[in-house]
């Protein structure tokens, strides 16, 4: 990439990130513990605000001593619980009638409905919990739970595991970093750039099987 394309995009991508972070510390500065847990539904749905722009500035409200740790641990993880569940329901209950009807656009079909019920029904419980420390990933994972049929007390109970652990930890390095949490931002997404190549790459290969079958 010329150096001058690449300067431009990560001139881009810091004034976004720049965006996101004030955005979101005023949301959070004016709304307090109920917002906190609105903004962590909303990133445990398919929307567009990452937790690692929420979590570490709430932290950092706990090392000013305006927010406090236990409180900002429940209301994360309540957050996380219930915009998991919101996205559980949406993959059971329209999931499936959208395969069935368009998959064959998307190279899908009854068989892979099936698959995806049988993989959830072994190896969902460590998928969900795994899945909640991976970006991107832990945006979209509910749904395939609930497309799979998943288990939903298994399913809510790793939820709050996975969620909790990965709500705290941040929480945790926003507190240590202090004034500099938004950096957390700036870091995590080249490892959203990198997840996402290899889930494109990924569905590439497969699309390629599939058409050559």
């Known amino acids: ?13 810091m004034v976004l990130a720049e965006f996101v972070v004030d955005n979101i510390a005023a949301l959070i500065n004016w709304g307090g513990y109920p917002l906190l847990a609105v903004l962590m539904a909303l990133e445990s749905m398919i929307a567009p605000v990452p937790s690692e722009a929420v ?25 996380s619980i219930i915009g998991s569940i919101i996205s559980y329901y949406a993959g059971l209950y329209g999931g499936r009638p ?33 899945s909640r420390f991976i970006p991107v990933i832990r945006h979209l994972i509910s749904i395939p739970a609930g497309i799979g049929r998943m288990n939903p007390i298994k399913f809510s109970f790793y939820t709050l595991v996975g969620a909790g652990i990965w709500n705290m930890f941040l ?35 497969l699309i390629y099987r599939q058409k050559k079958k």
């Open 1 to 13: 990439m010329p150096a001058f394309l690449y300067a431009k995009d990560h001139i881009l991508s």
């Open 98 to 130: 959208i395969v069935e009807k368009y998959g064959r656009y998307l190279l899908l079909n009854r068989h892979h409905l099936e698959l995806t019920e049988k993989f959830f029904q072994k190896y969902g419980d460590r998928t969900i919990f795994v």
């Open 171 to 205: 929480a945790y390095v926003g507190y240590e970093l202090k004034n500099r949490w938004s950096l957390i931002l700036e870091y995590s997404q080249i490892i959203d750039v990198l997840v996402i190549a290899v889930i494109l790459t990924a569905a590439a290969y």
């Open 55 to 79: 979590m570490p500035f709430a932290g950092f409200l706990v090392y000013e001593g305006r927010f406090n740790f236990a409180e900002v641990a429940f209301c994360s993880t309540l957050g």
